[in-house]
């Protein structure tokens, strides 16, 4: 496989990751979260296409299609929680939030300049696996196409970890003038990629 296909293959893989990223930076991430949610995401897709590889066959088939619901439900969940934090949550801090608000006849709204996805480090790697899982069905086949696994499955890391920390800055700078509707936007959009990974 040359390292034109190669690339091509790790940016179709990494479009799930850079979509989650859009949808988190949307919400609002510290800078320093985003360079750890893409080293994270990175280093799960080279770690799940290579697992993949190991469990092969019938056995990796069913791997696989537990592992894609496993990482839609995080998706959901995380999707979920934000849009219920956006809709219901009237003041107070949340994982999504910094608890900073803007008061309105409704109540407290997050002030989208200056909340934050602030997430703990494990919130992150639950993040990272349930974006990543769909990497581990494509180890199966990287034993059928001749494929050098290092180089492989490190240019998919790389390519992942890029693309995850480009979609947060896109959404970063887009989610201000999203205003009080950023949040929505950034749930809607975990549960879409959760979805698709079902009917994919």
Do not use: N
Not at 40 to 62: C, N, Q, T
Not at 121 to 131: H, W
Not at 159 to 167: C, L, N, Q, R, S
């Amino acid at each position: 496989m040359d390292i034109g296909t190669l690339v091509i293959l790790a940016i179709g893989l990494g479009a799930d990751a850079f979509s989650v990223a859009i949808g988190i930076g949307i919400e609002g991430i510290r800078r320093r979260d985003i360079y750890i949610l893409g080293a994270i995401i990175g280093i799960f897709h080279v770690i799940m296409p290579w697992v993949g590889l190991i469990a092969g066959g019938a056995l990796g088939a069913v791997i696989g299609q537990l592992a894609v619901i496993i990482g839609a439900l995080i998706l959901f969940f995380l999707g979920g929680k934000i849009l219920y934090e956006a809709w219901f949550k009237e003041a107070g801090p949340t994982i999504g939030l910094g608890g900073h608000g803007q008061a309105t006849a409704g109540g407290l709204r997050p002030d989208p300049m200056t909340t934050h996805f602030s997430p703990s480090f494990y919130t992150l790697v639950i993040l990272a696996a349930g974006v990543s899982m769909d990497a581990l069905t494509v180890g199966f086949s990287l034993g059928t196409v001749g494929a050098e696994l290092v180089t492989t499955i490190l240019t998919f890391g790389i390519v992942a970890a890029i693309m995850t920390i480009i979609g947060c800055f896109i959404g970063r700078r887009v989610g201000p003038t999203l205003g009080v509707h950023a949040q929505v936007v950034g749930g809607l959009i975990l549960i879409g990629i959760g979805i698709k990974l079902l009917l994919w």
